[in-house]
């Protein structure tokens, strides 16, 4: 079986993809030697840093991770307690967006920000608003608000 790459499911402003190898270098010997068995990631964001470490270093038992974006901790939170939940209702925001049209792409894109925007996080888990934020993050670069 064909291992699988988790990449960052979000594109972050200040993403560290693209600083990765660089980051390489910087880890500390006692994660290269795998002595370190907990990982505490203080600022999350897209996860780049966090899923790089947990796939390159199997010394890792338990992973914490943090951020001040209460919808991005709802999100991972979602994720981790029901991804075919997230999944599903993520396809189907992405159909309905892609069957429409160019004008109609951005009302539905309006639409559903407008929504996200209503919804109060009331406990640990809104997978409504999960998978709007999700939605919301991908979609933005494709419809241009004036």
């Not at 499911?9 to 795998?34: D, I, R, V």
């Not at 925007?117 to 608003?129: A, S, V």
Request: aromatic share 12%; proline share 2%.
């Amino acid at each position: 079986m064909k291992n699988i790459i988790a990449k960052p499911f979000l594109k972050w402003a200040g993403g560290k993809s693209q600083l990765l190898e660089k980051f390489h270098t910087m880890y500390p010997c006692e994660l290269l030697n795998g002595e370190i068995k907990t990982y505490i990631e203080p600022f999350v964001g897209g996860g780049a840093v966090l899923l790089d470490v947990l796939q390159k270093f199997e010394s890792i038992e338990k992973a914490y991770i943090f951020d001040l974006n209460k919808e991005l901790i709802n999100c991972y939170r979602c994720i981790k307690s029901d991804v075919e939940q997230m999944i599903s209702t993520l396809k189907v925001l992405k159909k309905t967006f892609m069957d429409l049209n160019i004008d109609d792409k951005l009302i539905f894109y309006l639409d559903i920000r407008a929504s996200f925007n209503t919804i109060k996080l009331n406990g640990h888990y809104d997978f409504e608003k999960a998978a709007k934020f999700i939605f919301l993050t991908k979609h933005v670069s494709m419809v241009s608000i004036e």
